[in-house]
């Protein structure tokens, strides 16, 4: 059997407009048309480890620009899994800004998604990409589901919450996330949970995992 490369889909958006959410309900349905889990990696992990500087630098650091994320790595992990092999994924502590010294072992799958706010900004990276999408959902309403739920699941409070929006998560929004858009194969408005567009994506994931076997 001759190997197949395997796929990427490189799915972006602001933060807070769903897009953990549409690749696990992405997830979720291929793995239904077809028995096979997506692989899912998200840029999250591909932070730099700031453990050389102290806590309190660490914690005003702008972790929305793209020099925040260590591209060389997750570049050179994307390449090693469309070449079919394993990488060690590192594992990031948000609460420290640090990687954990642990890792996960991630294994080659036939359809990869990249889920993370920039996965279509590095041009290195786009070009791994078989299919890029963005995420589009108002400012307004991206804000609001942000507030929930760093309230509700990141124990943040009102002003901190407000403080960091201001700051930085909305100029480098306008300035990196928002002009992705430009360069995406696909941009899915997800105002409400976008069905059609999850099985238009679930499918064509599906369609690429059959072609592997
Ligand atoms: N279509 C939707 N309608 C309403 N709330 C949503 C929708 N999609 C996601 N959410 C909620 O919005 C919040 C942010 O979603 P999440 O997937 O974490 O966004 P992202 O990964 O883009 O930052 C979560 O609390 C999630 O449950
Ligand atoms: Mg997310």
Redesign the pocket.
Known sequence: MTFQQPKIIGVS??????????V?MLRDRCSEMVGVDLLVLQIDHYYHDLAHLPQSERDSRNYDHPNSFDTELLRLHLSELLAGREVARPTYDFATHTRTGETVLIKPAPVLVL?G?LALHWAEIRQLLTLAVY?D?DDDVRCL??L??DI??RGRNVDGVIHQYLQTVKPMHDTFVGPQKLVADIIVS?????ERAVAMLAGMAAAWVNSSN
């Open positions: 958006g602001g933060s807070g407009s769903g897009k953990t959410t549409l696990r889920d706010i995420v959902v589901r942000r929930r739920r509700n699941e997800w105002v409400q949970y976008n």
